[in-house]
């Protein structure tokens, strides 16, 4: 596609329920990130895909979180038992290749509120 | 903990005049990015630059670095109300994984 797609843009859940956010990145990036940003703060890494592996998944904040990545394509960020601290805009994001010097181009986020 | 940390928080001047941001960071990198955020919305990249360069222009933008002093600033020159939005420093560290961390940002607010 044109350019990182993410849905849903806006999600409200209960407590205690889980949630799929998706990111379609852009064609042919072979890497593909997610981050979390709370309001009025910076974005904190979760996890990074090279092709349908995750090298990097240190960011990940409890085991209720998950993600994965087929066809090196699509990506599924899951929340299990949502709680109100999960309450963020979530940020795909992709590039090329991974590595220093290659530019990350994000998705607009989805808003989840968890109420 | 944060790689980078930006300064000031806020920074709010009128049209025309110039607007600089500075970021600094902990440990040594191979490159340094800035980005955008309007409000509500996803993050543009705006320009980067790498450990051995210490300046790098792109229109109204003009971006130094300091490895010594582990610190970037980001000048807009004659600013517009459209350049409202939150700035984000962020590092690549020394190794290859493509991660990037982000500081807190500075929120700048431009008068009309």
């Known amino acids: 596609g044109a350019g990182v797609s993410q849905s849903p843009s806006n999600k409200v859940t209960e407590k205690g329920k889980d949630v799929e956010l998706r990111c379609d990145p852009i064609?042919?990036?072979?890497?593909l990130y997610w981050y979390r940003q709370r309001l009025g703060q910076g974005l904190e890494f979760l996890i990074y895909?090279?092709?349908?592996?995750?090298?990097?998944k240190s960011g990940l904040p409890s085991d209720r979180f998950s993600a994965e990545r087929t066809g090196e394509s699509v990506s599924t960020l899951t929340i299990q038992r949502t709680q109100q601290e999960d309450s963020a805009v979530y940020l795909c994001?992709?590039?090329?290749?991974?590595?220093?010097?290659?530019?990350?181009?994000f998705g607009e986020g989805s808003w989840l509120t968890v109420v | 903990s944060q790689q980078g940390e930006e300064d000031p928080q806020a920074l709010s001047i009128q049209e025309g005049e110039n607007a600089t941001m500075n970021c600094s960071y902990k440990?040594?990198?191979?490159?340094l990015q800035w980005y955008r955020q309007n409000s509500g919305r996803g993050l543009v990249h705006l320009i980067l630059?790498?450990?051995?360069?210490r300046e790098k222009h792109s229109g109204r933008l003009r971006v130094t670095l300091d490895t010594s002093k582990k610190s970037s600033s980001l000048l807009i020159t004659a600013s517009r109300a459209a350049d409202t939005a939150s700035y984000f420093c962020?590092?690549?560290?020394?190794?290859?994984?493509?991660?990037?961390?982000f500081g807190q940002g500075t929120t700048l607010q431009v008068k009309p």
């Open positions: 994001a992709s590039s090329t290749a991974p590595g220093a010097g290659n530019t990350i181009y």
């Open positions: 630059i790498r450990s051995n360069e």
């Open positions: 962020a590092t690549h560290g020394s190794s290859n994984t493509g991660k990037l961390i």
């Open positions: 895909f090279q092709g349908n592996s995750a090298p990097d």
């Open positions: 064609s042919g990036h072979t890497a």
């Open positions: 440990t040594s990198i191979n490159n």
